[in-house]
């Protein structure tokens, strides 16, 4: 059993309650094929001339005699940010049986490769498709077992973890490489809107929409049921912005959650619409409740106002009012809820106290920052599982996640398996090579070229510095 000299060797996990097998796994991963057939059955089977002799260590075993030691060593191996690749599991066990054993590892590293070992037919195949969901990361062995199948499986299961790494590597890269050009583009259309201005200069400044409106702009939620009140605020606001319209609180509920839009503004004495009731109601809500609210209201309102400003409102404006009095309080919010837009830049905080303005800000910035923690080694965790994870689409996830932080959810991933692998490099004695598989990363020299761009050395360095300040 050999594997790519571009991947370690794999680790193993044999959860069993019978010594002799132990030892069986033991002669066919570790001493090999050959200690286990006479001279011609290796030579027919393996293409092995000569006299049996043991293969080169190609894996490092580990042992478990119950379903909990075996959970409980899944646990400390994540923990020590050395997961197992693979793991056969014997399905009849005391205590809890095999299949439960499977179902509290995936709970732990749904990364982790099973096989399944067992003498009976406990359990069909669609029981265990029932019992354990369906999945391309459980297989069956049945006992006694081959040796050449056991070998067979271990190989290429561990290859299949490694390959499933280097192909979530690549979707990474692609992911960065669009944004990156993306970003150029943007870059180019705004030095080319500043420096020629054209017929959308002219249009603008005469107060209508562009021709063709840039998504980079902030986007506007207007709660307004009167036309003629909603058309001349849209186009007063759309040089700038870009506005949608909601007429009534359902409709505004629904989108402020589905667009996450930059700012909220409401009349609040629309007919069958408490506009302070749905400023509470966005506050209240954990994809809303960064979202700045100015609400419109009447004069002599001074209870509206007090009531207004208990509910979250970050503004209460009295009509009639300038428009442009009205665009420079929303102007002015804008500007004091922007992040840096270049966050990975510099060593900032992941603290969600320092960065979230409300509780509840915090509260959905720090479940963010567990789920994150929790998959840092599995390399199939990205932004599209980070967001199925919290409930929330890819895009109220980015929008929510940038409006709080700066951040985008892929920055925010990556910020924190390098800020991992940086700790484990001060902290553990695992090797590089190690530390790049455990924070999630696949490949050894796309670490390298990251980790220097976040923080100004490579890996090496980095931990030559470390321990030249310790000494």
């Known amino acids: 059993m050999t594997f790519g000299e571009q991947n370690p060797a794999p680790r193993i996990l044999v959860v069993d309650d019978s010594p002799i097998v132990h030892r069986e796994f033991e002669t066919v991963l570790l001493e090999g094929l050959d200690s286990m057939a006479e001279p011609a059955d290796a030579q027919r089977l393996v293409g092995h001339s000569g006299p049996p002799g043991p293969l080169p260590r190609a894996c490092e075993l580990d042992h478990a005699f119950s379903g909990l030691e ?65 999945t391309d990361k459980l297989l069956v062995l049945k006992k006694p077992f081959d040796g050449i199948e056991v070998a067979q499986m271990a190989s290429t299961l561990a290859r299949k973890w490694f390959l499933a790494r280097q192909a979530a590597l690549k979707f990474e890269q692609l992911e960065r490489l669009v944004a990156e050009r993306t970003q150029r583009l943007l870059a180019l259309q705004r030095r080319d809107a500043a420096e020629e201005p054209g017929p959308a200069a002219s249009v603008a400044t005469a107060g209508a929409e562009p021709t063709e409106p840039r998504k980079d702009r902030p986007l506007l939620l207007l709660v307004e049921d009167q036309p003629e009140i909603s058309e001349t605020l849209r186009r007063a606001f759309s040089p700038e912005c870009r506005v949608t319209v909601a ?5 505004a509920l629904g989108e402020a959650r589905e667009s996450v839009p930059d700012l909220i503004l409401v009349d609040a004495a629309m007919p069958r619409c408490d506009g302070i009731a749905l400023c509470h109601s966005l506050k209240s809500d954990e994809l809303t409740s960064h979202i700045p609210v100015v609400l419109l209201g009447g004069r002599d309102q001074e209870e509206a106002q007090i009531r207004a400003l208990e509910a979250g409102a970050d503004d209460y404006l009295v009509k009639p009012l300038s428009v442009e009095l009205l665009r420079a309080r929303v102007h002015n919010l804008l500007r004091s809820r922007q ?74 991933i990556r910020t924190m398996r390098l ?23 696949s490949d050894l020299k796309h670490f ?15 931990l030559r510095k470390g321990a030249a300040r310790a000494a």
Do not use: N
Request: hydrophobic share 40%; proline share 5%; with cysteine.
């Open 70 to 134: 075996g959970v409980e060593k899944v646990r400390q191996a994540l923990a020590q940010a050395r997961p197992y690749q693979l793991g056969f599991v014997d399905i009849r066990m005391p205590g809890i049986d095999g299949i439960e054993t499977v179902a509290r590892i995936w709970e732990l590293d749904p990364a982790m490769q099973i096989v399944i070992c067992t003498a009976y037919a406990d359990h069909s195949g669609d029981e265990l498709s029932r019992r354990l969901g369906g």
């Open 339 to 412: 992040k840096p837009q270049d966050p990975a830049a510099g060593d900032v905080t992941l603290q969600p106290r320092d960065l979230a303005a409300s509780q509840i800000d915090a509260l959905f910035l720090q479940r963010i920052l567990d789920t994150v923690e929790k998959h840092l080694p599995d390399f199939e965790f990205d932004v599209d599982v980070l967001a199925r994870t919290l409930g929330v689409s890819r895009r109220q996830l980015f929008r929510k996640l940038k409006a709080v932080t700066g951040r985008t959810p892929h920055s925010l």
């Open 448 to 462: 390298r070229t990251v980790f220097r761009e976040h923080f100004g050395v490579l890996p090496g360095e980095y």
């Open 419 to 441: 800020h991992r692998a940086a700790q484990l490099l001060k902290e553990s004695q695992l090797t590089i090579t190690e530390i790049t598989y455990a924070v999630g990363f």
């Open 247 to 251: 007429k009534d609180v359902d409709r």
